[in-house]
């Protein structure tokens, strides 16, 4: 039966909640990934910090709002070993601290896009650039698909390898089949002005892509034999493709970038772009290289 408690167990899936609505979605998709990995789940709630301080009353309703959390996620797995907290913190501090023991952290991005990248985005955000583990932002759209692929970004960087074997591990955990996604651009120049074969030059790169990506690929599918891999190569912006991708998908899987000049820089625009308009739960995993430990679900 789920528990309730305050102890954070090794390797647990967080979730940070409030009384959202969109916070309720996070909550069981939180659930249905521990329950698929095999990890007790734990719920966070933080106030926030003010100047006044917060008064019990007020911190025992905002542990009614936890409870009511926590049974949600009962629902959806009985038999899960389910924690929670209720911190007077800031919840991005709290939940990239908690991030450190986790196999992965869950996020609302329920008021993500448009006018509500401003208020969200504040928090979440900061758990996705800093967080040491993968965290997953759960869209409220109304429904997404339980049977698609699992879709992961690949590129030629080196912080997307761990993305790549979290997508293998995932796909391999639901069932699912794999469709691993690469994009290129290509501008192409007038033929008469440039002076050379633009088909063949733009046949070399396509090609110099496809061996990319295989090298990217190699290795996973005798770790993951029951993983069936389609290669998508596409002529396009890779935040756009992407998200046109996660319509028909169950999760996509996007590296966070290993190496920038600002903290802040991290996350990169692919992943910022996704994590606010795609259609299905986006994991970003961190790579070894931008203070990331753990990339695999698995929690190793």
Request: with cysteine; proline share 5%.
């Amino acid at each position: 039966m789920g528990t309730s408690g305050t102890q954070v167990q090794g390797s647990v899936v967080v979730v940070g909640v409030d009384g959202s609505q969109s916070a309720g979605r996070a909550v069981e998709e939180a659930a249905a990934q521990a329950l698929r990995w095999g990890r007790p789940l734990h719920l966070m709630h933080a106030t926030g910090r003010t100047i006044v301080p917060w008064t019990p009353e007020h911190l025992q309703r905002v542990a009614v709002v936890t409870e009511h959390c926590r049974q949600r996620a009962v629902t959806v797995a009985p038999d899960l070993h389910i924690t929670t907290a209720t911190e007077v913190d800031d919840p991005a501090a709290m939940l990239v601290a908690a991030s450190r023991d986790a196999s992965m952290v869950v996020l609302d991005g329920g008021r993500l896009g448009q006018t509500g990248a401003v208020l969200l985005g504040a928090t979440a955000h900061k758990v996705v650039t800093h967080a040491e583990c993968p965290v997953m932002v759960v869209p409220l759209a109304a429904d997404w698909s339980t049977s698609g692929a699992v879709v992961v970004g690949v590129d030629a960087h080196e912080h997307s390898a761990p993305a790549v074997e979290l997508a293998f591990a995932e796909a391999s955990r639901r069932g699912a089949p794999l469709k691993a996604v690469h994009t290129w651009w290509w501008d192409e120049a007038n033929a008469y002005l440039a002076g050379t074969d633009q088909r063949g030059a733009r046949s070399k790169v396509v090609e110099a892509h496809r061996l990319l990506v295989a090298e990217m690929l190699a290795g996973y599918g005798e770790q993951y034999p029951d993983v069936d891999v389609t290669e998508m190569l596409v002529r396009g912006r890779a935040g756009t493709v992407l998200v046109q991708e996660s319509r028909e998908a169950q999760l996509l899987v996007v590296g966070r970038r290993g190496l920038g000049g600002f903290p802040g820089l991290l996350l990169g625009s692919v992943g910022s772009h996704v994590i606010h308009h795609a259609h299905c739960p986006v994991v970003v995993v961190p790579s070894p290289h931008d203070g990331g430990t753990r990339t695999a679900s698995a929690g190793s």
